[in-house]
């Protein structure tokens, strides 16, 4: 089988689900599937669902506000403060908010028998993980460059600042852990502990793969519906590919390598290049 052939079975939803169906039982007690339902509310509360909820409502400001949407812009990696020591204080702390949001899921996991191995967080094939994770890379990244140039030009999306950081000694490092904090934080969270809680309440497989995309795309609308639409779709294929193969290094290091490309490559192209 060629590795084209490799990777559509690989994303088979038929296949993933089946998969993730057989690895994972719904939980029959119903105490217990209250409680977990509850602790699935609250971690959304306090992380990425409440971003999605401001993401929501930044897009209402967005389109009510005088500017067309392409004339108006959505800042990442902002700069706290003009002293240079306490921006990078404020830079680390966001860093440790993300840590936190990735180890919150695995230690809520492990309470109820479910390991990080269970999760998908294995070394097993090492190589073979990387590759997965440069192929996801490729296949987000280009067509994701493409989405964002293309709604801007429609007028349905904002101009995404991806670095807004003064340009200091300590500017690409806090960008590149920035990257791995959102690669950890939300492919943890979003992928391995929201598909695994929802099928422990039974939700099925199809529904629980539309939740997660749906999630991930909510929380990138402060972009505009370019954004929104882009991430959704990776939500997609990542979730699939988790469900089908069950490991989470290779998601991680995509969105890693994503994110240090576009939070990098705006801060060094954007003082020379006019479309970004």
Excluded: C, K
């Excluded at 509360?45 to 506000?65: E, I, N």
């Excluded at 994770?133 to 293309?150: D, F, K, S, V």
């Excluded at 309440?201 to 529904?207: E, H, I, S, T």
């Excluded at 995509?254 to 020379?272: E, S, W």
Aim: avoid cysteine; proline fraction near 4%; hydrophobic fraction near 55%.
């Amino acid at each position: 089988m060629t590795r084209a052939g490799r990777a559509r079975r690989a994303l088979s939803p038929r296949e993933a689900f089946r998969r993730f169906a057989s690895r994972f039982d719904p939980v029959t007690d119903p105490r217990t599937r209250r409680l977990l339902a509850a602790e699935l509310v609250v971690v959304l509360l306090v992380t990425f669902g409440l971003s999605g909820l401001y993401s929501v409502l930044d897009l209402v400001s967005a389109l009510l506000a005088p500017e067309a949407l392409d004339e108006q812009t959505a800042a990442l990696n902002a700069s706290r403060s003009t002293h240079a020591w306490l921006d990078l204080a404020y830079q680390l702390l966001g860093v440790l908010r993300l840590v936190a949001w990735a180890a919150l899921p695995l230690v809520l996991l492990a309470h109820t028998g479910i390991g990080p191995r269970a999760v998908g967080l294995v070394r097993e094939r090492a190589g073979r993980q990387v590759a997965w994770g440069l192929a996801l890379t490729a296949a987000i990244g280009i067509p994701g460059l493409a989405l964002y140039l293309g709604a801007v030009a429609a007028g349905a999306n904002l101009q995404v600042s991806a670095s807004g950081l003064t340009e200091t000694w300590w500017r690409p490092l806090v960008l590149v852990l920035a990257a791995a904090g959102n690669g950890a934080a939300e492919e943890v969270l979003v992928v391995g502990y929201l598909l695994v809680r929802l099928r422990q309440l039974g939700v099925p497989p199809a529904v629980a793969l539309a939740g997660t995309a749906l999630l991930r795309g909510s929380y990138h609308l402060y972009q505009g519906f370019g954004g929104g639409l882009g991430n959704l779709a990776m939500g997609l294929v990542f979730a699939l590919y988790w469900m089908r193969t069950r490991r989470l290094w290779p998601l991680i290091l995509a969105h890693t390598l994503l994110d240090v490309a576009a939070f990098l490559g705006y801060a060094v192209l954007a003082p020379h290049v006019s479309w970004l």
